[in-house]
């Protein structure tokens, strides 16, 4: 990463919306753009992920140093450890360690300025790891409770290295299926975003995609209490093949009978859609194959589709035939693409 990309201004934000965790769409290809440049571009990320934003704001270069301290202390604890981090590799340089001295300040600022925040590190007892989910392709992880994850492309997981206390708490951006391994004195809890999954030992998938209208949650085997953060009075529990949808604007959610395997078929690389919108499914086909999506017609937004796509079909593929349905067409323009009316 050289001097140029350190300051580049839509970088920084997309960093600073993604830590904060509310990353848009075009925010998340640019910050996957820029981990895939270089691997250590995904250890930074990582530690920047970990810094945690709450309470009064200091501006001073002392608060900015003792960030950058805290970070190299992570880095060297973690080093100690030669933990395995998806997608991430070791580095040692001191030529970018400037490089995210300067990039951690300017991020540290961008959130100072966009969330009124202050900065606290967690502790070094527990190292925590974050996985990416490249474009087309998915991620298999076992957790350190002998829990599987799959994660869906363009999707992230935060994790422990060690689960600790009373539960076992994950946070998810994106898509991802979890086995879980049943442990009653120890449940097992995704954050995802607005919602939270709790469990002792099940199969599900769960789609939360930052840019997303919904959070998804679809039971395969066992129960889930699906509850969002207002509280857990209003939880939901699923049985198997029940899935609940929640709408982020409404803040509803909507509980209906699925074939859930069907939901989580992506990860063997089939894509299903059950009359969904073409908006959201450019979403998800973004997130698929890692570029920017735009409905240049306001009509079109809302048309619905169904049906399933094989892993071998390419994005053009995809949308050659779904403009065989309907009356529009797309173009490159650029490194994104416009899906304009017919």
């Given at each position: 990463m050289?001097?140029?990309n350190?300051?580049?201004?839509k970088?920084?934000?997309?960093?600073a919306?993604?830590?904060?965790?509310?990353a848009?769409?075009t925010?998340?290809?640019?910050?996957?753009?820029?981990?895939h440049?270089?691997?250590?571009?995904?250890?930074?990320l990582?530690?920047l992920?970990?810094?945690?934003?709450?309470?009064?704001?200091?501006e001073?270069?002392?608060?900015?140093?003792?960030?950058?301290?805290?970070v190299?202390?992570?880095i060297?604890d973690?080093e100690?450890?030669?933990?395995q981090?998806v997608?991430?590799?070791?580095?040692?340089?001191?030529?970018?360690?400037?490089?995210?001295?300067r990039?951690?300040?300017a991020?540290?600022?961008?959130?100072?300025?966009?969330?009124?925040?202050?900065?606290?590190?967690?502790?070094h007892?527990?190292?925590?790891?974050?996985?990416?989910?490249?474009?087309?392709s998915?991620?298999?992880?076992?957790?350190?409770?002998?829990?599987?994850?799959?994660?869906?492309a363009?999707?992230?997981?935060s994790?422990?290295?060690?689960?600790?206390?009373?539960?076992?708490?994950v946070a998810?951006?994106?898509?991802?299926?979890?086995k879980v391994?049943?442990?009653?004195?120890?449940?097992f809890?995704?954050?995802?975003g607005?919602?939270?999954?709790?469990?002792?030992?099940?199969?599900?998938?769960?789609s939360?995609?930052?840019?997303?209208?919904?959070?998804?949650t679809?039971?395969?085997?066992?129960?889930?209490?699906f509850?969002?953060h207002?509280?857990?009075?209003n939880?939901?529990?699923?049985?198997?093949?029940?899935?609940?949808v929640?709408?982020?604007?409404?803040?509803?959610?909507?509980?209906?009978?699925?074939?859930?395997?069907?939901?989580?078929s992506?990860?063997?690389?089939?894509?299903?859609?059950?009359?969904?919108s073409?908006?959201?499914?450019?979403?998800?086909?973004?997130?698929?194959?890692?570029i920017r999506i735009?409905?240049?017609?306001?009509?079109?937004?809302d048309?619905?589709?169904s049906?399933m796509?094989?892993?071998?079909?390419?994005?053009?593929?995809?949308?050659?035939?779904?403009?065989?349905?309907?009356?529009?067409?797309y173009?490159?323009?650029?490194d994104?693409?416009?899906?304009?009316?017919?």
């Amino acid at each position: 990463m050289n001097d140029n990309n350190t300051y580049n201004t839509k970088l920084l934000y997309a960093i600073a919306a993604w830590c904060r965790g509310d990353a848009t769409s075009t925010d998340q290809q640019i910050v996957n753009n820029w981990i895939h440049e270089k691997p250590e571009n995904s250890k930074i990320l990582t530690y920047l992920m970990h810094t945690k934003f709450m309470g009064n704001v200091d501006e001073s270069d002392e608060t900015k140093e003792r960030v950058y301290a805290h970070v190299l202390e992570l880095i060297q604890d973690y080093e100690e450890h030669e933990s395995q981090i998806v997608s991430i590799s070791k580095w040692r340089t001191p030529q970018w360690a400037l490089a995210l001295k300067r990039l951690a300040v300017a991020v540290v600022l961008l959130l100072i300025i966009s969330g009124g925040v202050f900065w606290y590190l967690q502790s070094h007892d527990n190292i925590e790891l974050v996985a990416h989910g490249k474009p087309n392709s998915v991620v298999k992880l076992t957790l350190d409770d002998g829990s599987v994850v799959m994660l869906n492309a363009g999707s992230t997981l935060s994790y422990p290295q060690t689960f600790t206390g009373k539960e076992r708490r994950v946070a998810l951006c994106g898509e991802a299926m979890f086995k879980v391994k049943s442990n009653a004195h120890m449940p097992f809890i995704v954050n995802a975003g607005e919602a939270e999954i709790k469990v002792l030992g099940t199969q599900f998938n769960v789609s939360a995609y930052t840019d997303s209208k919904n959070i998804v949650t679809t039971l395969l085997n066992g129960s889930v209490e699906f509850y969002t953060h207002s509280g857990q009075e209003n939880s939901i529990r699923l049985k198997p093949n029940q899935q609940v949808v929640y709408d982020k604007m409404a803040r509803t959610s909507q509980v209906r009978e699925v074939e859930a395997e069907l939901y989580a078929s992506w990860k063997d690389g089939v894509l299903y859609f059950d009359h969904v919108s073409l908006e959201e499914m450019s979403k998800i086909l973004a997130h698929r194959f890692g570029i920017r999506i735009e409905i240049h017609a306001k009509n079109l937004q809302d048309e619905t589709f169904s049906g399933m796509f094989e892993n071998d079909m390419s994005l053009y593929q995809i949308l050659d035939v779904l403009k065989r349905h309907r009356r529009f067409d797309y173009r490159k323009q650029g490194d994104y693409i416009v899906i304009f009316d017919k």
